[in-house]
């Protein structure tokens, strides 16, 4: 693969850094049946709501909609410790865990940056899930599949989770 290959006839875009891919094919993902799912409910949230709304607002329109799809296992606000030499210095919050394998990011800007794509792939590389979606509800519905695989987290000390 090339960096920053994009493909007009196919609609394809991949990058590579290290192990981190995005990519439009959700097939090169795995889980591939929930991210399926998933976009597919991020588009019927996005043609009944529109755009305009905070990203709070998307999160429960989600949320309810994925538990309506039929998918069981939904978490909001889903916490992300951020450890350092074995210690917790943060804590951030993923806007949903799926199926406890796929952690979606939800963002209602004008257009997906390289900053939320970062903030995903921290969020993947804090834990222990290899899959991520970013969803947003701009002008435009647009995603990103963001793929961080386990064996480039090896080197990482496990994180502690109940430090006080």
């Known amino acids: 693969m090339n960096d920053d290959k994009n493909t007009e006839s196919t609609g394809v875009e991949e990058r590579t850094e290290k192990s981190l891919i995005i990519a439009e094919n959700p097939r090169e993902f795995l889980p591939s049946e929930i991210t399926d799912r998933i976009i597919k409910v991020f588009y019927e949230v996005y043609n009944e709501l529109g755009q305009g709304f ?15 799809a039929g998918v069981l296992n939904v978490q ?10 074995g210690q917790r210095i943060g804590l951030y919050k993923a806007d949903l865990l799926v199926e406890s394998s796929v952690i979606v990011e939800l963002k209602a800007a004008s257009m997906i940056d390289k900053a939320h794509e970062a903030q995903l792939l921290n969020y993947l ?20 599949r963001l793929n961080f695989s386990n064996l480039r987290k090896s080197h990482r000390s496990p994180p502690i989770i109940n430090l006080e």
């Open 76 to 85: 909001r606000q889903f916490e992300v410790p951020v450890v350092f030499r």
């Open 54 to 68: 905070l990203e709070a607002v998307y999160e429960t329109a989600m949320f309810i909609a994925l538990k309506q």
């Open 125 to 144: 590389r804090a834990t222990h899930y290899e899959v991520g979606l970013l969803l947003n509800f701009g002008s435009r519905p647009t995603l990103r």
